[in-house]
């Protein structure tokens, strides 16, 4: 079953990790325990996959330095899941049926993208393979809420039990938090919102104006628009400007206009607008031309830069490969986290059973009950697989660029 | 009192907001206008309502957004901003009135004696046809374009009502051109011959009238001015994309028929109408109430009042 391009990946891995592991050959003496990583690597992707491999592979590439996991020697098996560059749920869910196909793959590290997570789910459940993605942000994938649809979480459940988890917070965090930045670190008690009526934006809004009034703000209006036919923002800045609001906030994508929206600001309201990581891009600098400056979003991520915990693996990183965009990404930090965990719940899991080749089940409960301190922080798993990590990044358009401002532990 | 409950019920009773929302109204007004000032005079002369005409307002719309990539957005500053503007809609407008007349050659002229019906549906044809030509072009695409910000942005407070230059910029514009189309209507021979046609096509014809050079040249006219008003709507609102036509045509047909389908200052006074009436829905109401507000025009006019505020006067229709 395995695909040609699977089994050269696979291989190179093999050969890259033998290279790299060479004087630790005495590490495996008990036998080998496989972790798979499935992330997009090839075309348009390459930028996001690789930087997150590379993470995974350190962490590999330590634990083997110090020996191994419990006397196992530890084993790297990659695939990519980008077909024609672009990441692929099929090919996806093909690499994660070849994890479950290999018994020495006891978890896996990935994916990259919601939309493969969906895919390749419902297999890893059935087969009960743990898997940690570093990068996934889409809430149903875990939890239920109204707006879910096609039966998530459940649906991507059919096992039943929990073995999907994530090292990364959720979007539904991001407009709690954006209200508590903005009640809280800017000082702004008044607000206008608008939203792009999407799933994404509309849920983002809401949950922002939920927490702007919780913090004793007031929200003076809040609207949809239908962005495919909607340039007219003017009337509703009027709107804003007349009842004397001193923020905007936007629940929307730059596709659905978030820079348009901005530009036409100019001349009608001089206030901060803000918006989730839809915004975060730089479409949004490009469409709010001059009036760019001024404008918050929330990444939910760790910006691992600027975290204490973070300068050892930065250390270390610097050293193993480099610090370039080529080989360091925003989801380097959590892939080693990710990565990290499983490997020490494959230590707890071998020590529980007599140090000897433990089962996927018994890794997967380990994973669940996993504290860890890491490169991005304290990490635990709750009941659904998230993180406790509920960190959120904020970021500032100034000088016409996207600038890393500050992050907050999201406590709702 | 009636004030204590307008504010109760979430009612801005500020007159300086009001001002606001009528200047927007009429900045929007303006491009309505436009737009339906060519429904209007293609109406009035051969009968057709051409669903194209909000899809010529669009490639007006890209046109005028290639050439200023072609000339550089950038040299679009201090005194070379006039100048190069006015190549923009010189060259836009000759492009759309060809593309106008075009159509009209194409795909309307052989059905000019065909049942009403036939031309009507080609048009919706023809607009489709329209839109999956933008759609494929290299360079549109689906998602929106950022259209150049090349008008100054300042503003000035006039009794308290804030008025942008962009805003005054897009009625002047539209004014000139009104004029401009009233004079050459009025004033010339060929704007004689276009009020003849739309009076009695076989009479003009007997008189000497070339009846398919003057019907090409209504297209032209009205196919430009929504050229005019495509470049006009980038500038203002700096984002569009290849289904603009749909919905800002139909809002224009709403003007066309509230004036009076066929009666150019109808048109002129519909589009200002229709613009304040969205202005004011979405200032009052809300943004998603506007479009609902404005078809109750389209259907109340329709049933009550046919033909429009000023009425299709035969003898001034052209």
Redesign the interface.
């Known amino acids: 079953m395995l695909s040609i391009r699977g089994a050269a990946l696979a291989s190179v891995a093999l050969i890259g990790l033998a290279a790299c592991g060479g004087s630790t050959s005495t590490g495996g003496s008990k036998g080998t325990v496989k972790i798979g990583i499935d992330l997009p690597l090839s075309g348009n992707e390459t930028s996001n996959g690789v930087p997150t491999k590379n993470g995974a592979l350190f962490a590999i590439k330590q634990a083997n330095d110090k020996g191994g996991v419990e006397g196992f020697k530890v084993e790297a098996v990659v695939l990519d899941d980008a077909v024609n560059g672009k990441h692929d749920p099929q090919q996806g869910a093909k690499n994660v049926q070849q994890f479950v196909a290999d018994t020495g793959v006891l978890a896996m590290v990935g994916p990259f993208n919601s939309n493969v997570a969906r895919a390749e789910m419902p297999i890893a459940s059935t087969a009960n393979l743990p898997m940690i993605s570093p990068s996934n942000t889409g809430e149903c994938l875990t939890q239920t809420h109204p707006y879910c649809t096609n039966g998530e979480p459940a649906s991507l459940h059919p096992g039943g039990k929990t073995f999907y988890f994530r090292v990364c917070t959720t979007d539904n965090i991001q407009g709690p938090a954006l209200a508590d930045y903005a009640t809280k670190t800017l000082k702004k008690t008044k607000v206008y919102i608008l939203d792009d009526r999407e799933t994404y934006g509309k849920g983002l809004a809401d949950n922002f104006e939920k927490q702007f009034k919780t913090d004793g703000g007031t929200v003076a209006g809040h ?3 239908d962005a ?5 923002f ?3 800045l ?2 804003a400007k ?2 004397g609001v001193d923020l905007l906030f936007f629940g929307g994508t730059d ?1 659905n ?1 978030a ?2 929206i901005r ?2 600001m ?3 309201i001089d206030v901060p607008y803000m918006g989730g990581d839809g915004i975060q891009t730089d479409q949004f600098l ?2 709010a ?2 009036n760019a400056d001024g404008s918050y979003a929330s990444v939910a991520a760790v910006n691992a830069d600027k975290l204490a915990a973070a300068k050892t693996f930065l250390d270390g990183f610097k050293a193993y490969k480099s610090l370039s965009t080529t080989d360091y990404g925003a989801y380097t930090a959590n892939a080693y986290d990710a990565t990290n965990i499983i490997i020490q719940a494959i230590g707890t899991a071998i020590k529980a059973n007599g140090g000897n080749m433990p089962d996927r089940e018994a890794v997967r409960k380990a994973i669940g009950a996993v504290d860890y301190n890491g490169a991005i922080g304290h990490t635990t798993f709750d009941n659904n697989g998230d993180t406790s990590n509920k960190i959120i990044s904020f970021y500032q358009v100034t000088g016409g660029k996207w600038a890393f401002v500050d992050q907050i532990t999201f406590k709702g | 009192m009636h004030e204590t409950l307008l504010v109760v019920a979430g009612i801005n009773t500020d007159p300086a907001y009001f001002g606001e929302q009528l200047v927007l109204g009429i900045s929007i007004g303006a491009i309505y206008a436009l737009i339906a000032l060519g429904y209007t005079m293609v109406y009035g002369i051969v009968e057709l309502i051409n669903f194209a005409h909000g899809d010529v307002f669009t490639v007006g719309a890209f046109f005028s957004f290639f050439c200023i990539s072609l000339i550089g957005a950038g040299n679009f500053s201090g005194l070379m901003l006039i100048p190069l503007l006015l190549v923009v809609f010189l060259a836009t407008m000759l492009f759309n009135g060809l593309l106008g007349a075009t159509i009209e050659r194409v795909a309307y002229r052989r059905l000019r004696n065909s049942p009403r019906l036939t031309p009507l549906i080609t048009a919706v044809g023809m607009s489709f046809l329209l839109e999956g030509i933008l759609y494929v072009i290299p360079g549109i695409g689906p998602n929106f374009k950022h259209y150049p910000d090349l008008l100054p942005t300042n503003s000035w407070t006039i009794a308290g009502v804030n008025v942008s230059a962009k805003g005054v910029f897009v009625v002047v514009v539209a004014l000139v051109l009104m004029l401009m189309l009233q004079r050459f209507i009025q004033g010339t021979r060929l704007g004689k011959a276009m009020r003849a046609t739309a009076q009695d096509r076989d009479a003009a014809q007997l008189m000497g009238v070339d009846i398919d050079r003057t019907i090409a040249l209504t297209f032209f006219i009205g196919s430009a001015l929504a050229g005019a008003g495509g470049i006009i709507y980038g500038l203002y609102y700096n984002s569009i994309y290849f289904t603009l036509g749909f919905r800002t045509g139909i809002v224009a047909f709403t003007a066309a028929v509230l004036g009076g389908i066929g009666n150019i200052a109808g048109a002129a006074i519909g589009g200002f109408m229709i613009g304040i009436v969205f202005s004011m829905a979405s200032g009052y109401l809300s943004q998603q109430w506007s479009d609902v507000v404005i078809f109750s025009v389209l259907i109340l006019v329709l049933v009550f009042k046919p033909t429009g505020l000023l009425g299709a006067r035969v003898a001034d229709k052209a």
Request: no cysteine; hydrophobic share 25%.
């Open positions: 609207e949809g628009f495919a036919s909607t340039d007219d003017k009337s509703f009027n709107k007349a009842a596709t206009k820079g348009i530009n036409q100019k001349g009608i490009k469409d031309s001059t």
